[in-house]
């Protein structure tokens, strides 16, 4: 069997299971403000793969939006039930350049807050750089129009593509997402230290909250926290985890 038709099935019978990676506040109290879902495949000979191993198959064979749809039914509908110590949580999920620029996508959150139940500001796209400034005039017509419906955009993998200064400042956006490459520099490299300094100067002068993402080590944190970063996210908050996991935690479920 080839593999496109694994996922076919996999989409249909819901073998994808979601791992969900916690996103912590650092500002004083420390708090959990939500997770990011992370898909994998429960493959029948295979065992769990990550997403590189398939996502790329799904963009190929117009499966994508049919993954990007199964995953945010499936994080909204997690998310509507959890909340922390200071209110509900929110749930970031990744889609596909494919989906964004296919024009469906505010339909497909309109359907999405509707059956789940979400506040639509629980909710976080996360879209990558490249794929917004490949086609960066589609891009801000459409999530535009998201934004309108309430729900959050996040850039991920901020600082790896290219970036127009230009076009970032007309971006509906709410968080920059600094690529871990940057974070795996500090201390070691100053021209990552440089770049990331750059980056929340830069998002904050545009009224957009950083994020640092792949946070290792408790000496990063601590220089990110310094420079203001307003999320981390990465091993040293904590591991992708099972929703159960996530909710035996700091998470809690109604
Ligand atoms: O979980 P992991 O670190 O292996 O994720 C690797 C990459 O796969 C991440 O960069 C993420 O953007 C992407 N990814 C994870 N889950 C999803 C998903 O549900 N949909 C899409 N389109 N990409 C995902
Ligand atoms: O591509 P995206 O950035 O959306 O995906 C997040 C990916 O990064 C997931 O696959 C997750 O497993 C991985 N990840 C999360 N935290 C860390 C970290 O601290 N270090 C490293 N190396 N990878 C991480
Ligand atoms: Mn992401
Ligand atoms: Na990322």
């Not at 990676?21 to 959990?32: L, M």
């Not at 991920?156 to 509906?172: C, E, I, Q, R, V």
């Amino acid at each position: 069997r080839l593999i496109e038709e694994d996922l076919r099935t996999a989409i249909t019978t819901g073998d994808l299971p979601l791992r969900f990676q916690p996103i912590r506040s650092v500002a004083p109290g420390r708090t959990s403000i939500g997770a990011e879902a992370l898909i994998r495949w429960r493959h029948p000979q295979l065992g769990l793969l990550a997403p590189q191993d398939f996502v790329p198959v799904a963009e190929e064979n117009q499966l994508i939006m049919a993954l990007d749809r199964y995953v945010l039914r499936s994080a909204a509908a997690s998310a509507a039930r959890w909340y922390g110590d200071f209110g509900t949580l929110s749930v970031a999920v990744n889609v596909s350049v494919v989906t964004l620029l296919s024009g469906d996508l505010p339909s497909l959150i309109a359907e999405v807050l509707d059956s789940s139940g979400l506040v639509p500001a629980r909710l976080c796209l996360e879209i990558t750089e490249t794929a917004v400034m490949h086609d960066h005039r589609t891009a801000t017509r459409i999530l535009t129009a998201i934004k309108q419906q309430g729900v959050h955009v996040a850039l991920d993998d901020f600082g790896t593509g290219y970036s127009s200064l230009a076009y970032l400042k007309d971006l509906p956006i709410d968080t920059l997402k600094i690529d871990r490459d940057f974070v795996r520099g500090i201390g070691a490299d100053s021209r990552d230290e440089h770049t990331i300094e750059t980056i929340i100067r830069l998002g904050h002068d545009l009224g957009i909250e950083v994020l640092a993402e792949g946070v290792e080590t408790r000496f990063q944190l601590e220089w990110l926290t310094a420079r203001d970063i307003d999320y981390a996210q990465g091993f040293y908050i904590s591991m992708p985890l099972t929703e159960r996991s996530l909710l035996t935690g700091r998470f809690k479920t109604r």
